[in-house]
């Protein structure tokens, strides 16, 4: 059974950095793509960024891109998202994810394993 859960979130002023991180857990993962989402209530899940399990591709939003970085470190099964110059629209929950296959997608219903996800808020 695959498990993800995510740890790193919390409140920060504008400007300020978080890092959050996923463990993943229940298989061998050598095929499968990793992703982070976010969300706000009424909204959609949001792409934030993804990266295959060995580390290829690794692929952020226009969003975000510039101050967040997604990485990984496959010996330990971890999944960081780095967020930097944090803005208070980057408030909500984030999410972990996974996919079978190695191809980067942005597409949140592709995604097979969902963590129960993280809360970050900005002020201003």
């Known amino acids: 059974q695959v498990q993800l859960v995510e740890s790193g979130g919390g409140l920060v002023q504008a400007g300020g950095s978080l890092t959050l991180s996923c463990a993943a857990s229940g298989r061998s993962f050598s095929s499968y793509t990793m992703g982070w989402f976010r969300q706000v209530p009424g909204k959609e899940r949001e792409f934030v960024a993804a990266i295959s399990w060995t580390g290829d591709n690794p692929n952020t939003a226009s969003s975000v891109k510039g101050r967040f970085t997604i990485s990984i470190d496959n010996a330990k099964n971890l999944l960081y998202l780095q967020m930097n110059s944090l803005k208070p629209e980057d408030t909500a929950v984030y999410y972990c994810?996974?996919?079978?296959?190695?191809?980067?997608?942005?597409?949140?219903?592709?995604?097979?394993?969902w963590g129960p996800g993280t809360q970050v808020t900005v002020s201003s």
């Open positions: 994810a996974m996919r079978r296959g190695p191809y980067i997608n942005s597409l949140a219903r592709t995604y097979d394993y």
